[in-house]
Protein backbone atom coordinates (compact mmCIF):
# COMPACT_ATOMS: atom_id res chain seq x y z
CA UNK A 1 0.00 0.00 0.00
CA UNK A 2 1.53 3.27 -0.45
CA UNK A 3 2.96 5.08 1.78
CA UNK A 4 4.20 8.46 1.64
CA UNK A 5 6.31 10.31 4.69
CA UNK A 6 6.96 14.28 4.69
CA UNK A 7 10.04 15.82 6.10
CA UNK A 8 11.98 19.14 6.28
CA UNK A 9 9.16 20.98 6.64
CA UNK A 10 9.61 23.96 9.95
CA UNK A 11 9.96 27.71 10.43
CA UNK A 12 12.03 30.31 8.10
CA UNK A 13 11.77 34.04 7.76
CA UNK A 14 10.50 35.91 4.81
CA UNK A 15 13.40 35.56 2.03
CA UNK A 16 14.93 32.12 3.78
CA UNK A 17 15.19 29.07 1.93
CA UNK A 18 13.69 25.23 2.90
CA UNK A 19 14.02 22.03 1.86
CA UNK A 20 11.05 19.23 1.95
CA UNK A 21 11.82 15.43 1.45
CA UNK A 22 9.16 12.98 0.45
CA UNK A 23 9.98 8.95 1.12
CA UNK A 24 7.54 6.70 -1.09
CA UNK A 25 7.07 3.45 -0.15
CA UNK A 26 4.41 0.00 -1.21
CA UNK A 27 4.05 1.92 -5.30
CA UNK A 28 5.90 1.31 -8.25
CA UNK A 29 7.62 4.60 -7.86
CA UNK A 30 9.47 5.32 -11.53
CA UNK A 31 6.22 4.60 -12.74
CA UNK A 32 4.63 7.65 -11.63
CA UNK A 33 4.82 11.47 -11.47
CA UNK A 34 4.80 13.22 -8.26
CA UNK A 35 3.20 16.16 -7.22
CA UNK A 36 3.29 18.65 -4.17
CA UNK A 37 0.35 19.97 -2.89
CA UNK A 38 -0.43 22.59 -0.40
CA UNK A 39 -3.44 23.44 2.23
CA UNK A 40 -3.05 27.00 4.05
CA UNK A 41 -5.44 27.28 7.13
CA UNK A 42 -9.27 27.48 6.58
CA UNK A 43 -8.30 27.30 2.56
CA UNK A 44 -8.87 24.45 -0.14
CA UNK A 45 -5.71 21.99 -0.96
CA UNK A 46 -3.64 23.28 -4.19
CA UNK A 47 -1.42 22.03 -6.50
CA UNK A 48 2.40 23.52 -5.98
CA UNK A 49 4.31 21.59 -8.74
CA UNK A 50 4.85 18.18 -10.12
CA UNK A 51 7.39 16.07 -11.85
CA UNK A 52 7.60 13.68 -14.77
CA UNK A 53 8.37 9.81 -13.75
CA UNK A 54 11.28 10.24 -15.64
CA UNK A 55 12.16 13.43 -14.11
CA UNK A 56 12.80 15.41 -17.25
CA UNK A 57 9.33 17.23 -16.88
CA UNK A 58 8.10 19.66 -14.07
CA UNK A 59 5.21 22.13 -13.84
CA UNK A 60 5.00 24.72 -11.36
CA UNK A 61 1.61 27.12 -10.49
CA UNK A 62 2.45 30.44 -11.09
CA UNK A 63 2.83 31.51 -7.37
CA UNK A 64 5.78 29.28 -7.01
CA UNK A 65 7.18 29.49 -10.54
CA UNK A 66 10.80 30.45 -10.29
CA UNK A 67 11.24 30.31 -6.54
CA UNK A 68 10.68 26.24 -5.75
CA UNK A 69 12.41 23.31 -8.15
CA UNK A 70 10.59 19.56 -7.58
CA UNK A 71 13.50 16.98 -8.21
CA UNK A 72 12.74 13.60 -7.45
CA UNK A 73 15.56 10.14 -7.53
CA UNK A 74 14.21 7.15 -8.95
CA UNK A 75 16.87 4.70 -6.99
CA UNK A 76 16.23 6.32 -3.30
CA UNK A 77 12.27 6.41 -4.02
CA UNK A 78 12.72 10.03 -3.61
CA UNK A 79 11.21 13.16 -3.82
CA UNK A 80 11.99 16.51 -3.38
CA UNK A 81 10.92 20.26 -3.49
CA UNK A 82 13.53 23.13 -3.04
CA UNK A 83 11.69 26.38 -1.33
CA UNK A 84 14.04 29.56 -1.91
CA UNK A 85 12.50 33.22 -1.60
CA UNK A 86 9.83 31.82 0.69
CA UNK A 87 7.15 34.36 0.99
CA UNK A 88 4.80 34.27 4.23
CA UNK A 89 1.56 33.29 1.97
CA UNK A 90 3.70 29.86 1.86
CA UNK A 91 2.89 29.45 4.82
CA UNK A 92 0.92 25.59 4.87
CA UNK A 93 1.29 21.79 5.03
CA UNK A 94 2.87 20.36 2.51
CA UNK A 95 2.51 16.97 0.79
CA UNK A 96 3.74 14.34 -1.32
CA UNK A 97 1.73 12.49 -3.42
CA UNK A 98 1.58 10.37 -6.89
CA UNK A 99 -0.03 12.79 -9.08
CA UNK A 100 -2.07 12.63 -11.85
CA UNK A 101 -3.53 15.78 -14.28
CA UNK A 102 -7.47 14.96 -15.13
CA UNK A 103 -8.58 17.88 -17.13
CA UNK A 104 -5.75 19.88 -16.67
CA UNK A 105 -5.87 19.76 -13.02
CA UNK A 106 -2.99 18.16 -10.81
CA UNK A 107 -4.43 16.24 -8.31
CA UNK A 108 -3.44 13.26 -6.26
CA UNK A 109 -3.69 10.15 -8.37
CA UNK A 110 -5.58 7.78 -6.16
CA UNK A 111 -6.71 10.19 -3.58
CA UNK A 112 -4.19 9.45 -1.17
CA UNK A 113 -2.97 12.01 1.01
CA UNK A 114 -0.54 11.91 3.79
CA UNK A 115 0.38 13.82 6.86
CA UNK A 116 2.24 16.24 5.24
CA UNK A 117 4.75 18.48 6.41
CA UNK A 118 4.59 21.93 8.25
CA UNK A 119 5.64 25.23 6.96
CA UNK A 120 5.70 28.26 8.10
CA UNK A 121 6.84 31.43 6.89
CA UNK A 122 7.44 34.56 9.13
CA UNK A 123 7.20 37.78 7.69
Known amino acids: QVHMVESGGGLVQAGGSLKLSCAAS????????MGWFRQAPGKEREFVTA????????WSSDSVKGRFTISRDNVKNMVYLQMDSLKPEDTAVYYC????????????????WGQGTQVTVSS
Open 97 to 112: VPAIQRSGTWTSRDNY
Open 26 to 33: GLNFIAYA
Open 51 to 58: ISNSGYMT
